[in-house]
């Protein structure tokens, strides 16, 4: 079956713009997670969704949000976009509650310049 | 707060050598534990999971992980490397109440020398 597909593959920005990215899960995934990856701070969890509804939030700032939609595909926007927003933005897909594993796309990598 | 840590941030091994990569966490109670590894550009694959009864589990590729409770351990092994195992491994927490959310480690490099 088909993996987690995040488009698009490569972006590049403005400071100040905004951006979505987009994820759809593995087929009869209901939960989304998105993390970014950055060589300075690793791996940090932004938010996840469960059923359209946002169940878990990192510590990231409001510029950054995301939903869902009722066939579990997922958007993350980031808005006032700045440098330091440049990262790998990674989804990741998992049936219930995560004892099956998460399942990651390959990532959008965001460049702000 | 949760934590995950790596202490190696690189390893190099000759090809054919064992591999052993470390991993300790700080959380309340035992957590569902995870290794990922993540080659060059690409997003991350999940090598194996534990979640509960047999403290060593077998993954993909050849790896496996033994879960030490007392030591908040759960170090990631492999008895023969290969040269396409050179990459980033990343270990992993999430907590088994509801909600899921990974907290991961630094990651380790690997390198592998012919």
């Known amino acids: 079956k088909a993996g987690v597909t995040q488009t698009p593959r490569y972006l590049i920005k403005t400071r100040g713009q905004q951006v979505t990215l987009s994820c759809s899960p593995i087929?009869?995934?209901?939960?989304v997670s998105w993390y970014q990856q950055t060589p300075g701070q690793g791996l940090q969890f932004l938010f996840e969704y469960f059923s359209e509804t946002q169940r878990n939030k990192g510590n990231f700032p409001g510029r950054f949000s995301g939903r869902q939609f009722s066939n579990s595909r997922s958007e993350m926007n980031v808005s006032t976009l700045e440098l330091g927003d440049s990262a790998l933005y990674l989804c990741?897909?998992?049936f219930g509650q995560g004892m099956n594993g998460y399942t990651f796309g390959s990532g959008t990598r965001l460049t702000v310049v | 707060a949760q934590s995950v840590t790596q202490p190696d941030i690189h390893i190099t091994v000759s090809e054919g050598a064992s591999l052993e990569l470390r991993c300790n966490y700080s959380?309340?109670?035992?957590?569902?534990l995870f290794w990922y590894v993540q080659s060059p550009g690409q997003g991350l694959q999940l090598l194996l999971k534990?979640?509960?009864?047999?403290?060593l589990v077998q993954g993909i590729k050849g790896f496996e992980a033994e879960f030490k409770r007392s030591q908040s351990s759960f170090n990631l092994r492999k008895p023969s490397v290969h040269w396409s195992d050179a990459a980033e491994y990343f270990c992993a927490v999430a907590p088994k109440a509801a909600g899921n959310k990974l907290t991961f480690g630094g990651g380790t490099r690997v390198l592998v020398k012919p």
């Open positions: 959380y309340g109670a035992t957590p569902y």
């Open positions: 534990y979640f509960s009864g047999d403290t």
């Open positions: 990741a897909s998992s």
């Open positions: 087929s009869g995934h209901r939960s």
